[in-house]
């Protein structure tokens, strides 16, 4: 008898884990379009009331204005959700790491949310000025439109823990509000974010956020993000810890 009890508790015990990971793996609610990768894309003007709400509360908080209903924004396979932002003040640093809500029912990324920022393993590179960054074409005055990436990078987070990973880009000198896209990425993951809007701001910082989660086992994992206008293109590659 002692053991059908101990098999039962047991057996309750597995499916009261297994409920557990289904709801954090849920999805954000959304407009979503699905597509044949797995993805899914909410288009421009189509996120719903409540998110917007909570995104824009986000931004905020962030030092940014909400954008993400201002594009059309694709979510990859296991993401979560996703935050897009405008940075009011460029000149100030950005964030590339990763936020960890405390309590593991937060798969949709809200201000109200406790949080605590990942430990760094590696000191954040140092924003280059615009006088740094080579967009004064040589021998001329003439101003050269410039894209710099920022990707996730530099951090560790625990094993199956549910984390937020940021990551941006920043378009210098564009005119003419071109249609401009960032893709960020933790392919074994699953975690994507990637944005078209126009580009209308100069400089024009965009901020992105996802909520995913971390695998089940240690690893150094990959992160990569691309930003382009046309084919104007900026790429960087960065990695974190999954302890």
């Known amino acids: 008898m002692r053991s059908r009890i101990q ?61 993400t209903n201002d594009g059309d924004v694709t979510l990859g396979q296991k993401t979560l959700d996703a935050v897009v932002c ?3 003040d460029p000149s100030a640093r950005g964030f590339s790491g990763a936020y960890i809500p405390k309590s593991l ?12 920022k990942a430990p760094f ?12 960054d080579g967009r004064l074409a040589p ?11 920022y990707p996730n990078n530099g951090y560790t987070t625990k094993r199956d823990t549910l984390f937020y990973p940021a990551s ?15 893709v960020s990425k933790i392919p074994s993951l699953g975690c994507q974010w990637s944005w078209e809007g126009l580009i209308q701001w100069n400089p024009h910082q965009v901020d992105g956020f996802t909520a995913c989660m971390a695998p089940s086992f240690q690893a150094v994992v ?22």
């Open 168 to 182: 941006y880009a920043i378009f210098y000198d564009f005119t003419g509000s071109p249609k401009g896209r960032v």
């Open 105 to 116: 029912d937060k798969n949709v990324i809200s201000p109200d949310a406790e949080m605590e």
């Open 86 to 88: 405008r940075r009011l």
């Open 139 to 149: 021998h001329s005055s003439a101003v050269v439109p410039t894209i710099s990436v």
């Open 222 to 243: 990959g992160t990569n993000i691309e930003a382009c206008v046309g084919l104007w293109c900026a790429r960087g590659e960065g990695s974190f810890v999954v302890e």
């Open 121 to 132: 393993i590696i000191p954040q590179s140092p924003r280059m000025s615009p006088e740094q």
């Open 7 to 67: 098999y039962a508790l047991k057996i309750t015990a597995l499916g009261a884990a297994a409920s557990m990971t289904s709801a954090l793996a849920q999805n954000a609610p959304d407009n979503a379009i699905p597509n044949a990768d797995g993805s899914r894309t909410i288009l421009r003007s189509q996120q719903l009331p409540e998110a917007n709400e909570r995104h824009a509360r986000w931004c905020r908080l962030h030092g940014g204005v909400d954008i």
